[in-house]
């Protein structure tokens, strides 16, 4: 789950990681009382989506009073702001962080997320901060420093401190570094998270460290104990049949092919995009309906993927472990005749009871094309969308 910017530093600055004085904002005139109560003459009017490369797409503003705020405002909400990262589509601003202006001395990045080949947490720093950190990477990969957190004893001070020197960091400002690092280590701990990535990280002009960004995703699988981080999500930030398939206990992702693809189980829905890939298509979409693939989850299953306009042929490729395929081909059936789909339907079954569930099929009346491996299956869709 991600986070806004300015919840993200809401939740930072409660674990002791400074960030600038900011108030959120939906409205202009809103946007110019948070200047107002926030004093000074320079701020920063920030564009508040779940997508980085805001600056670069026109939604963040350097603005001098309050009426350069309330105009920034003005520009900023209700703009469709597209980035790398939100593909040609765009998402559509509906509010922005106001924030008050600091001088800058140096930029800096800090990230932290779960290393997957070693199994540890790993902190990233660059002293290149406020550009993508893949850029750094590609360019100048020396620039990248990390430490990896032992989980047994946790980030120790030495690490922080190796950061801090390797960023070439005045002492006093070396310290404030490293305090803010173990100030991310404990946020993304306690809170679960996935990622903390502070981009740019700062050295002001007085000598102090401060979050100018900050991006926060946590760990989905952890908000049932974290109700406070859960209270924080934004739906319409997400692409409502993701929402829509949590609601029905169903895995969903949303891709940009034209084969839609109703599976159970994680790896057989990963395979299953693989092999229609390998035969020359491109799945629409990753559906895992668990174990179960009940009427109401495939039901619901079928009406997601069908809601996508590009889905030209479905691909329901089922093996029957703990739930039989007999039954699992009733409720393919039932789901089939209640959502009336009206494009090419492939139905592969595997495992017990294969083949009562392909005579359930056969009797069905429904215009189901069977198929027995996951070639067959694959070849059939593929060429089902071809004709």
């Known amino acids: 789950m991600k986070l806004h910017e300015y919840q993200a530093k809401g939740l930072l600055k409660s674990f002791g990681v400074p960030v600038p004085d900011g108030r959120m904002a939906e409205s202009a005139e809103a946007a110019a009382a948070a200047a107002a109560a926030l004093g000074g003459d320079t701020f920063v009017v920030k564009a508040q989506v779940h997508a980085g490369g805001r600056g670069k797409a026109g939604g963040v503003k350097v603005v001098s009073g309050i009426e350069g705020v309330r105009e920034a405002a003005a520009a900023i909400i209700g703009m469709r702001l597209v980035s790398r990262q939100t593909g040609p589509a765009g998402k559509v601003v509906s509010k922005v962080l106001v924030e008050k202006g600091v001088a800058i001395a140096r930029e800096m990045y800090l990230g932290m997320l779960v290393d997957r080949d070693r199994g540890r947490v790993v902190v990233i720093a660059s002293a290149e901060g406020g550009v993508e950190i893949e850029e750094v990477a590609a360019r100048s990969p020396e620039k990248i420093l990390k430490v990896h957190v032992d989980p047994a004893v946790g980030l120790m001070p030495y ?4 950061l801090g020197y390797g960023l070439d960091l005045p ?13 991310c ?3 993304l701990v306690e809170k679960d998270l996935s990622l903390v990535e502070l981009n740019p990280l700062v050295l002001t002009a007085e000598g102090d460290i401060a979050a100018l960004d900050a991006k926060l995703n946590a760990d989905d699988n952890a908000l049932f104990r974290q109700k406070d981080v859960a209270a924080l999500r934004d739906l319409s930030e997400e692409d409502w049949r993701e929402v829509e398939a949590g609601r029905h206990g169903l895995s969903y992702i949303g891709l940009e092919g034209s084969i839609g693809c109703l599976v159970n189980g994680a790896g057989l829905a990963m395979a299953t995009m693989d092999i229609i890939k390998h035969c020359g298509e491109e799945p629409a979409n990753f559906l895992d309906v668990g174990g179960g693939a009940t009427v109401a989850a495939v039901t619901a299953g079928f009406k997601i993927i069908l809601a996508d306009p590009k889905v030209r042929a479905v691909l329901v490729n089922i093996f ?4 039989k395929c007999d039954i699992i081909a009733e409720s393919v059936v039932a789901a089939a005749r209640e959502v009336g789909v009206k494009v090419p339907l492939v139905v592969r079954l595997q495992g017990t009871n294969a083949d009562l569930g392909r005579g359930v099929l056969e009797k069905s009346g429904l215009a189901i094309i069977p198929a027995v491996t996951m070639d067959e299956a694959a070849r059939k869709v593929v060429e089902a969308v071809g004709n």
């Open 159 to 162: 690490q922080c401190r190796i």
């Open 171 to 183: 002492q006093d400002a070396s310290g404030r570094f490293a305090k803010v690092v173990a100030c």
């Open 185 to 187: 280590a404990r946020a």
């Open 320 to 323: 029957g472990g703990i739930m």
